[in-house]
């Protein structure tokens, strides 16, 4: 069982590594963040009063109670955002410790050296109520060293909210390994469980705005809700949702304990009669990504228009100087607090979107080390075609995306918001993002080029520029150094710098970037 | 399609390959002669892969000089790999797509192949297209691979164990198809541990172990070059005087000086059975010897290639 246990956590250290430091960091730049949002008590009064009585927040992130210290507020916002990063890692961790070991024969493996679908599945529990401990845990030390030192913070406090993140994790974790038993590849497993979280966040929005709160007993999303962290701090609410914990591991176990190799309950279509058109990579390319690109361009675009909807009072807050710090205040407080926020909105979607473009540059990387791209390659294409080809579909596909959310944005932003300008402002704030997404997708592609083996560092320009430019206003980092980070500048952005010189400054870096990764990858071995 | 004038299609001299302090290929070379099928072989690790890989531009050289179909694959990838058709050692492929749109993907993409020969051969491997990849087996994978390689209208096929998965009725299929590509004027590079399929396909072979060629030429030249086994049933009172003149001609005799095998031995049998292995030179006078010598139910074995390859298998593990 430790065998199995370690090899585990080996093949997935590096990723689970990085969610948990997300979860960390979020946990421990969140409350000082939302101490300084407000300039005094009245407009926190006031801006919790609002958020009390918006729909839109509501629906979002839940009730707010009174009286809205910076402890509620951080567990009301940052809260549900830290359970729902809690619910897709469990989603992707359930996954990999299940259906995937089924279809890399890591299972067939297993049992071939004496380990009993038993173990095999105890194991996978086991690994992912470990995980769930470990994420819950960060999320409760970083919060409570806040003890004392922030109002409304207290250890009870950090202590039920890491329990709420940790079950959110293990509920979901559960349902996943469950479900992936059921479902006939990995890639189903990972869509089904996406789509459960999808529905528990839906239940807990209908059950808050309704209100139904009975049907709050019915989400792992919503957790949060129920126990009410740094507020009432209901540990014994939690209680249906550790059973619910159990009871899924023992019906996934017995599952597995009754279920062949590769085997399914249900079925997806194996058989398909159609002929595929491709005459070059980038046509294969686009056949191979399109679905996940249709999936990334509906989230990114309903992103956008959740903050179109959510705009109109944080803007109102703005313009009426009761924002005045913390992550918000360092964003949009200024002259023009809707034109920034709408930057501010564009910004956090591009660092979405970054990251999936991201992934989808380092497919390349993946394909070489799978034996897919030696196919490619011996059909007569060049040694870059491979990387060019995901390179233009991305570029392309991501001006594509942020241009129908920057649509998607303004339309909604016209209907809640008043103004002249808001159609406008709030297109280009999202659109304005491209050269910043641009020059992330050539830093992955001299990654890709140049070290394969390295395909991680692909992603430190994201973490960095994103860190930079989202919270170097609230710790106080010098200007010069948040203008290096390639988010932000646009016409009126929230980077210092601003305006077409860092766009084209940003276009050129993607233009240098890209071709030095042309040139390189002629010049490699296949990874 | 034709190779002109039967030169070297595949040329490879003191190709050397190292990753890091590992020496993968160590001053190795190979030719192969246009329209020819070339068996390549060699322990596991011994560098068959690295080589394939590097004839097809798809691994830099260290060291050394190629030239594929009259090209340096390293200075013109595109245009070597143009005009081959590979089957890697693993295949995978992309598990969402049927096995006909991997097929037309690969067609599509190279925009020279032969789609009337790609539904037949479809149909003599018996497989099903339009199935998904993921719910292939390895030899369905592998078949898909095969069909896009020999209806692909190329010049020369690198095969890198090519019908491993495939059932013996494939390997059948298999093997008229590589003859049939020959016929037609095509190369073929043959890599794989299957010595009967390499001795049955093969004119001539190459045989490398830890980067380096052990030996290379005709399978008919070195099997000649290599020593036949004799067998035969030899009177028991005629072994001494047999043996000595076999070993006069240079002829090691097993257990020749044992104490069994002399005439004074207390055994009842009457014939002693004997196997020796001859050189191409004295065959003749051994088998003279042997008849001389009353020996009955003599047999001569020429070498195989298993006996050839086999003596170069003991390697270190790399």
């Known amino acids: 069982m430790s065998a199995l246990l370690q090899l585990f956590w080996r093949r997935n250290r590096s990723w689970m590594l990085a969610w948990i430091l997300i979860v960390g960091l979020l946990s421990a730049a969140g409350p000082p963040t939302y101490a300084a949002t407000y300039l005094t008590d009245q407009d926190r009064a006031a801006a919790t009063s609002a958020a009390q009585h918006n729909a839109a927040t509501t629906v979002l992130y839940g009730r707010l109670?009174?009286?809205?210290?910076?402890?509620?507020?951080?567990?009301?916002?940052?809260?549900?955002?830290?359970?729902?990063?809690?619910?897709?890692?469990?989603?992707?961790?359930?996954?990999?410790?299940?259906?995937?070991?089924?279809?890399?024969?890591?299972?067939?493996?297993?049992?071939?050296?004496?380990?009993?679908?038993?173990?095999?599945?105890?194991?996978?529990?086991?690994?992912?109520?470990?995980?769930?401990?470990?994420?819950?845990?960060?999320?409760?030390?970083?919060?409570?060293?806040?003890?004392?030192?922030?109002?409304?913070?207290?250890?009870?406090?950090?202590?039920?909210?890491?329990?709420?993140?940790?079950?959110?994790?293990?509920?979901?974790?559960?349902?996943?390994?469950?479900?992936?038993?059921?479902v006939p590849t990995s890639r189903a497993a990972a869509s089904t469980g996406g789509a459960l979280v999808a529905v528990g966040v839906v239940i807990r929005a209908v059950a808050d705005s309704g209100p139904i709160l009975w049907l709050r007993w019915l989400s792992p999303m919503a957790l949060r809700s129920v126990a009410d962290p740094f507020m009432l701090d209901r540990v014994m609410a939690l209680a249906p949702a550790l059973i619910e914990t159990v009871a899924l591991a023992c019906v996934a176990v017995a599952v597995a304990q009754h279920h062949d190799l590769n085997a399914s309950l249900l079925h997806s279509a194996s058989h398909r009669s159609s002929r595929l058109h491709v005459h070059t990579t980038?046509?294969?390319?686009?056949?191979?990504?399109?679905?996940?690109?249709?999936?990334?361009?509906?989230?990114?675009?309903?992103?956008?228009?959740?903050?179109a909807y959510l705009g109109s009072a944080t803007i109102d807050n703005a313009r009426t100087?009761?924002?005045?710090?913390?992550?918000?205040?360092?964003?949009?407080?200024?002259?023009?607090?809707?034109?920034?926020?709408?930057?501010?909105?564009?910004?956090?979607?591009?660092?979405?979107?970054?990251?999936?473009?991201?992934?989808?540059?380092?497919?390349?990387?993946?394909?070489?080390n799978s034996g897919l791209a030696e196919h490619i390659r011996s059909t007569g294409t060049r040694p870059s075609a491979l990387l060019k080809a995901y390179l233009l579909v991305t570029l392309a596909s991501s001006i594509l995306i942020l241009t129908l959310t920057g649509l998607a944005t303004a339309l909604v932003a016209t209907s809640v918001i008043p103004g002249d300008q808001v159609f406008g402002a709030a297109l280009h704030g999202v659109v304005d993002q491209w050269p910043a997404l641009a020059l992330v997708i050539a830093c992955a592609a001299v990654v890709t080029a140049a070290i394969p083996r390295a395909a991680w560092l692909a992603w430190l320009p994201l973490a960095?520029?994103?860190?930079?430019?989202?919270?170097?206003?609230?710790?106080?980092?010098?200007?010069?150094?948040?203008?290096?980070?390639?988010?932000?500048?646009?016409?009126?952005?929230?980077?210092?710098?601003?305006?077409?010189?860092?766009?084209?400054?940003?276009?050129?870096?993607?233009?240098?970037?890209?071709?030095?990764?042309?040139a390189r990858i002629g010049h490699r071995d296949l990874a | 399609m034709n190779f002109p004038d039967q030169s070297l299609a595949v040329e490879a001299n003191g190709l050397v390959k190292t990753f890091g302090s590992?020496?993968?290929?160590?001053?190795?070379?190979?030719?192969?002669?246009?329209?020819?099928?070339?068996?390549?072989?060699?322990?596991?690790?011994?560098?068959?892969?690295?080589?394939?890989?590097?004839?097809?531009g798809l691994y830099h050289r260290t060291a050394g000089s190629v030239r594929v179909l009259g090209l340096d694959p390293e200075e013109h990838p595109a245009e070597v790999t143009r005009r081959v058709s590979y089957v890697p050692g693993e295949v995978q492929l992309w598990p969402n797509l049927t096995g006909q749109e991997v097929l037309d993907a690969l067609a599509g993409m190279r925009g020279r192949y032969d789609p009337v020969a790609e539904r037949r051969l479809v149909d003599v491997f018996a497989?099903?297209?339009?199935?998904?990849?993921?719910?292939?087996?390895?030899?369905?994978?592998?078949?898909?691979?095969?069909?896009?390689?020999?209806?692909?209208?190329?010049?020369?096929?690198?095969?890198?164990?090519?019908?491993?998965?495939?059932?013996?009725?494939?390997?059948?299929?298999?093997?008229?198809?590589?003859?049939?590509?020959?016929?037609?004027?095509?190369?073929?590079?043959?890599?794989?541990?299957?010595?009967?399929?390499?001795?049955?396909?093969?004119?001539?072979?190459?045989?490398?172990?830890?980067?380096?060629?052990?030996?290379?030429?005709?399978?008919?030249?070195?099997?000649?070059?290599?020593?036949?086994?004799?067998?035969?049933?030899?009177?028991?009172?005629?072994?001494?005087?047999?043996?000595?003149?076999?070993?006069?001609?240079?002829?090691?005799?097993?257990?020749?000086?044992?104490?069994?095998?002399s005439e004074t031995s207390t055994s009842d049998a009457t014939v002693w059975p004997l196997t020796i292995r001859a050189s191409v030179a004295s065959v003749g006078a051994a088998l003279g010897e042997l008849l001389a010598a009353g020996a009955d139910s003599i047999t001569c074995t020429p070498a195989t290639l298993e006996d050839l390859f086999l003596r170069h298998y003991e390697v270190l593990a790399r």
């Not at chain 1, 951080?74 to 259906?99: H, N, P």
């Not at chain 1, 046509?283 to 989230?299: D, E, M, Q, S």
């Not at chain 1, 992550?327 to 023009?336: K, N, P, S």
């Open chain 2, 22 to 56: 590992f020496r993968a290929l160590d001053g190795l070379h190979l030719g192969v002669r246009g329209g020819e099928v070339h068996g390549f072989l060699g322990p596991n690790g011994s560098g068959k892969s690295t080589a394939i890989r590097i004839l097809l």
């Open chain 2, 127 to 261: 497989l099903d297209p339009s199935r998904k990849v993921r719910t292939y087996s390895k030899g369905n994978r592998q078949k898909v691979i095969l069909v896009a390689a020999f209806a692909a209208r190329t010049d020369l096929l690198v095969l890198d164990e090519p019908t491993a998965g495939l059932d013996p009725l494939m390997e059948t299929v298999f093997s008229s198809e590589v003859r049939a590509a020959a016929a037609e004027g095509r190369t073929v590079l043959l890599s794989s541990h299957i010595l009967s399929e390499v001795d049955q396909l093969c004119e001539s072979v190459t045989i490398i172990k830890d980067g380096r060629v052990v030996e290379s030429g005709k399978v008919a030249q070195m099997r000649h070059l290599a020593s036949s086994t004799i067998t035969a049933a030899v009177p028991v009172g005629r072994r001494s005087a047999l043996f000595e003149s076999l070993i006069r001609l240079g002829i090691e005799v097993p257990g020749a000086f044992d104490p069994g095998t």
């Open chain 1, 65 to 182: 109670g009174s009286p809205g210290t910076p402890g509620q507020m951080f567990s009301w916002e940052l809260g549900t955002f830290l359970t729902l990063i809690a619910a897709v890692m469990a989603v992707l961790l359930a996954v990999s410790l299940t259906r995937r070991l089924d279809e890399d024969s890591t299972f067939e493996l297993g049992r071939g050296s004496g380990l009993s679908s038993r173990t095999l599945a105890v194991a996978a529990v086991a690994f992912l109520c470990a995980t769930g401990f470990v994420v819950g845990l960060a999320c409760t030390l970083a919060t409570g060293l806040y003890t004392g030192k922030i109002n409304g913070v207290d250890w009870a406090g950090a202590g039920v909210l890491g329990l709420v993140v940790a079950l959110t994790f293990t509920v979901t974790g559960m349902l996943t390994a469950l479900i992936a038993q059921l």
């Open chain 1, 464 to 518: 960095i520029g994103g860190t930079l430019t989202m919270l170097g206003g609230v710790f106080r980092v010098p200007d010069r150094i948040i203008d290096l980070s390639m988010f932000g500048h646009t016409t009126s952005g929230v980077a210092p710098t601003t305006g077409a010189a860092p766009q084209l400054i940003l276009l050129c870096l993607t233009a240098a970037g890209i071709m030095l990764a042309l």
């Open chain 1, 282 to 307: 980038y046509g294969l390319v686009w056949r191979l990504i399109k679905a996940r690109l249709y999936w990334t361009t509906a989230l990114v675009a309903m992103g956008g228009m959740g903050f």
């Open chain 1, 321 to 368: 100087g009761r924002i005045g710090g913390g992550l918000l205040g360092a964003q949009i407080t200024g002259t023009d607090p809707g034109t920034k926020y709408f930057v501010y909105s564009g910004t956090v979607l591009a660092l979405v979107l970054s990251a999936v473009t991201v992934t989808l540059v380092t497919q390349t990387i993946r394909d070489e």
